[in-house]
């Protein structure tokens, strides 16, 4: 009787078996570990040491599909390990997604803005998504250079350097160091808010201080357009130099982004000027962690000469994988 009565609650705590826990157990936890914390069974041999599924940042910043395309197609599709096996046809696609939401939620920790809120970096618009990147662009004949590092669930730190080509060798042009933080986000309505500031020192060719407190925002609505926004209000010398309007839109079409930004200047004294960016966006490695940006900047209105530029950028997100792996 009371042997039969443990038995009963033993299957109880376990769950269903087509339950995430109990699928995670049967298929994940000789290499993963029974807890996820990434310790493999003493049996179990691994090239690449597996992730840990508590620590948040990594778990929560790529979409819930990813997961479930890496679990179903197995490691070799995306250029990752060859330890992580192919599980779709040991299982359902509602069981993938029953073990993948599972693996999800060992995280734990309530705040960390998903992945699905990460989109499509634009040329123009700075993202609302805290990131771990690196960025090259360039714009006719100069280039930034620009560092990313999330800090913790929201904040963001950056620092970039800009070049242009006058002559040999390149000349130095400025540095400028910003701080962001995502101050809302929800999965259900597809949008983040994040609020920043950037601060550019009188080095190089900028010959006095600059300060930009900018509100960047980002949504996904019926999952047709991604719409990137972002208002700049810019102080220079200790004074109010004036406003900058930024917004773009794209659609997401396999491996390709066709996005049209559109930046507005309204300085205080000066004349305004409006340009457009049509531009396309491309995943180039396999996991989606290497990326770049193909386009042009057309101005509209504002001070001649008015030339169009070419505008490009590539993207390393080295918080998804080593630059080399993923391919």
Not at 108 to 135: I, M, T
Not at 200 to 213: F, I, K, S, Y
Not at 287 to 309: C, D, N, Y
Request: hydrophobic share 40%; glycine share 12%; aromatic share 10%.
């Amino acid at each position: 009787m009371l042997a039969g009565l443990a038995l009963v609650l033993a299957v109880a705590v376990q769950g269903p078996a087509d339950s995430g826990a109990a699928l995670f157990a049967a298929w994940c936890k000789s290499c993963h570990g029974a807890d996820g914390r990434g310790t493999p069974a003493s049996t179990t041999r691994l090239e690449v040491p597996p992730a840990d599924l508590h620590e948040c940042k990594g778990s929560t910043a790529e979409t819930e599909d990813r997961w479930v395309n890496i679990v179903a197609q197995g490691g070799a599709a995306f250029g990752l390990s060859l330890d992580m096996p192919a599980f779709g046809e040991a299982g359902t696609p509602a069981q993938i997604h029953a073990v993948v939401r599972y693996a999800r939620s060992l995280c734990g920790e309530l705040g960390w803005p998903p992945g699905e809120l990460n989109f499509p970096r634009a040329f123009l618009v700075e993202k609302a998504y805290p990131e771990d990147e690196v960025v090259i662009t360039d714009q006719a004949r100069g280039q930034e250079y620009i560092y990313e590092h999330r800090l913790g669930k929201r904040f963001q730190l950056e620092a970039s350097a800009r070049t242009a080509l006058d002559g040999q060798p390149r000349a130095f042009e400025g540095v400028t160091g910003a701080l962001k933080y995502n101050l809302w986000h929800s999965l259900e309505r597809r949008a983040l808010v994040s609020l920043g500031l950037e601060a550019t020192p009188p080095l190089g060719r900028q010959d006095a201080w600059e300060v930009e407190p900018f509100l960047a925002f980002g949504a996904n609505p019926g999952r047709a357009l991604v719409v990137q926004g972002e208002v700049v209000a810019t102080w220079e010398d200790g004074g109010f130099d004036g406003m900058s309007y930024r917004v773009g839109a794209g659609h997401e079409l396999g491996r390709f982004v066709p996005m049209l930004e559109a930046g507005w200047t309204v300085p205080t004294t000066g004349e305004r000027s409006l340009s457009f960016y049509p531009q396309v966006w491309i995943q180039l490695s396999r996991l989606g962690h290497v990326a770049g940006s193909l386009g042009a900047e057309l101005p509209a209105t504002g001070p001649e000469p008015r030339h169009p530029r070419l505008i490009a950028f590539v993207l390393w997100d080295f918080g998804d994988a080593p630059l080399f792996r993923g391919w």
